[in-house]
């Protein structure tokens, strides 16, 4: 056990990289920002020096540092199991941005990697920092609502949808933002696992897109007897959108007003609450807690409370919703890698 500031490394200079940069710097007095990586020429520089830290074009600058004891993976999607697993090799702690690979297999090998290498693992799932999020789960862990019978989850992306359809991967609605809610829904019913998923999703800001999936609903169904639903928009034009709400034998908890605050404007148009239009926004507490979190698991000693099981748990239940849509039917959620 050390008090001792984790000195981190920070791989993937993007918009999200970005923001976890500046909350790392500023916001988490166990961490210290130590190194930016990006390959793109001079955007770690730009990001890394105004926050007192070293900007490097190459990853392997940060994994072989002596000064670095650990990575924060804000990379692109593809590059998140490759890097979690050099990294574990490399002896340094990692926490990766969801999701954890692009496959089951993939979250698996980066599982074994960080747990062979004995380097603690946390995974991006700021809903578990957000104080409303963390109320319901103390209420639901301390049997205030009795059996969770019902659950909702929703995440909805603001704007108008996205401006270049062909950029947005395959089954992104289910891997990079549903997965947001899958974690949530796993962790708000303690103890379950999920079973199988329906699927329904279409393209409704461009009709008829080969690929592009923007508007989601699924029905997942647990082990308990609980049934889930999570639902997710890319084109939400009131702002970003986070939700939850859970039905228990002995009473309900809701998540998410909605509201940046409890200010109301009440004048002609009536009583107005002004709305987040970015995650970095409305989530940026969850997003200081994760990393406050990670550092002190690493201070500690011990596993953080978001683990590679949850990893492959949520992406679970993202490949079935996958396997759904391509099957039109319902899908069984993969407990393990298959041989
Ligand atoms: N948890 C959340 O709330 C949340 C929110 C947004 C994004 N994300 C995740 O964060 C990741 C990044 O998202 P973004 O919106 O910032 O993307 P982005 O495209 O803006 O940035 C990605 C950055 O990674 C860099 N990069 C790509 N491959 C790399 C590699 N091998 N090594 C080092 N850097 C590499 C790119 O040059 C780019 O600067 C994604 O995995 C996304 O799912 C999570």
New binding site residues.
Partial sequence: MTSTPVRIGL???????ASHADVIARRVPEATLVAV????PG?AADLAEPLGARGETY?EAVLTSDDIDAVVI????V??SE?IVAAAQAGKHVFS???AGMTLAEIDAARTATATAGVAFQV?F?RRFAREFVAAHEAIVAGRLGSVRQLRSLTRDPGRGPSDPDVVPPWTIFT?TLI?DFDTLNWLNPGARAVDVVATADSLTAPGHPTLLDHANVVIRYDNGAIATAEASFAATYGYDVRGEVLGSEGMVTMGEGAQSSLRLHNADGRVAATSHS?TDL?IDAYTGEFAEFAQAVQQGRAPSVTGDDAFAAFAIAQACIDSMASGARAAVAQGVSA
Avoid at 74 to 77: G, M, V
């Fill in positions: 791989i993937g200079a993007g918009r999200i990289g990586a990006d390959p793109r955007v990853v804000a990379a692109s999607s590059a998140h890097l941005e969801k999701p991006g700021n990079q947001h995650d989530l």
